[in-house]
T-cell receptor, first 112, second 113 residues
Framework: AQSVTQPDIHITVSEGASLELRCNYSYGATPYLFWYVQSPGQGLQLLLKYFSGDTLVQGIKGFEAEFKRSQSSFNLRKPSVHWSDAAEYFC??????????FGQGTELSVKP | GAGVSQSPSNKVTEKGKDVELRCDPI?????LYWYRQSLGQGLEFLIY????????KSGLPSDRFSAERTGGSVSTLTIQRTQQEDSAVYLC???????????FGDGTRLSIL
């Protein structure tokens, strides 16, 4: 069955420090992979996507993610975190069938 | 341009009542999705419309849940005889097609008393 695992429920980093959020997926074929961010009371905003090609993808707000097929991972990274990055982050996998399967989310807190 | 619009933003109702939630997708988006977000279950797929094809209803949790999409645009999610476990945030998303990224509305927070 298709599934997405985000091992870290909550992460705290200091402002200016680097960030890596982990995502592992289980999927039978080449997946379409996404990272979304959600601020309180708001919907999900797309950060970046991977469909094919270059395994390192760039997104908005300075985020990037790397697809590693051998590890079934799609980790999200940012070199220097800003206080405004505090939010909940969701990894998702999809296919041509349409629906997305989401991980449980990682809540990011940023220390001043 | 305008994003996905959902109404109402908040809905409080009594157990046993019916509720209707509305979604207005981004203009030109042929695909429309409903998801439910709750503390215990995370983000769950409910239903998916693509153009004139039959909808994928595989995520609807019970026959109390139904959805329609009129004229290939606005969609309504209806929950009949609401139960307390229906309390959640209901999110709508749309996309240009498949497998394009989905754009989400801000959701409707449904509370069942």
């Amino acid at each position: 069955a298709q599934s997405v695992t985000q091992p870290d429920i909550h992460i705290t980093v200091s402002e200016g420090a680097s960030l890596e959020l982990r995502c592992n997926y289980s999927y039978g074929a080449t997946p379409y992979l996404f990272w979304y961010v959600q601020s309180p009371g708001q919907g999900l905003q797309l950060l970046l996507k991977y469909f094919s090609g270059d395994t390192l993808v760039q997104g908005i707000k300075g985020f990037e993610a790397e697809f590693k097929r051998s590890q079934s991972s799609f980790n999200l990274r940012k070199p220097s975190v800003h206080w405004s990055d505090a939010a909940e982050y969701f990894c998702a996998v999809g296919n041509q069938g349409g629906k997305l399967i989401f991980g449980q989310g990682t809540e990011l807190s940023v220390k001043p | 341009g305008a994003g996905v619009s959902q109404s109402p933003s908040n809905k409080v109702t009594e157990k046993g009542k019916d509720v209707e939630l509305r979604c207005d997708p981004i203009s030109g988006h042929t695909a429309l999705y409903w998801y439910r977000q709750s503390l215990g279950q995370g983000l769950e797929f409910l239903i998916y419309f693509q153009g004139n094809s039959a909808p994928d209803k595989s995520g609807l949790p019970s026959d109390r849940f139904s959805a329609e999409r009129t004229g290939g645009s606005v969609s309504t999610l209806t929950i009949q005889r609401t139960q307390q476990e229906d309390s959640a945030v209901y999110l709508c998303a749309s996309s240009v097609g498949q497998p394009q990224p989905q754009h989400f509305g801000d959701g409707t927070r449904l509370s069942i008393l």
